[in-house]
């Protein structure tokens, strides 16, 4: 099973493409920008309470036979599920201190 590489983040809509660079990612593969991630989610997953880390770029030239982006295309479904501000916030409050490999 690979990544999906979703091609949006699900707080502000921006695009992400491929290889963007500012693609976060939790261990469910929830997917923000790196400006939602630290703004407005504190790096707090609303979806889990986890962490996020880089999203990797799946290589755009097939190194080895049958991997690369367009043998295994990135996910073309938008996921777009805003967070209520206030309420995130409180949720954060109470976990963003916790490192996030013990949460």
């Known amino acids: ?22 693609a976060m990612i939790c261990s469910y593969e929830c997917t923000f920008c790196a400006d939602c991630v630290e703004s407005v989610l504190e790096n707090v997953c609303p979806n889990c309470g986890g962490g996020f880390v880089s999203r990797p770029v799946r290589p755009a030239t097939e190194w080895r036979a ?5 043998r295994q295309k990135p996910s073309d479904k938008r996921v777009l599920k805003p967070v209520d501000g206030h309420a995130h916030k409180a949720y954060a409050q109470t976990i963003k201190t916790i490192p996030p490999e013990k949460r």
């Open 66 to 70: 049958g991997v690369s982006r367009s």
């Open 1 to 22: 099973m690979m990544l999906d590489i979703r091609p949006n983040c699900e707080q502000c809509d921006k695009d992400l493409a491929p290889d963007a660079t500012d």
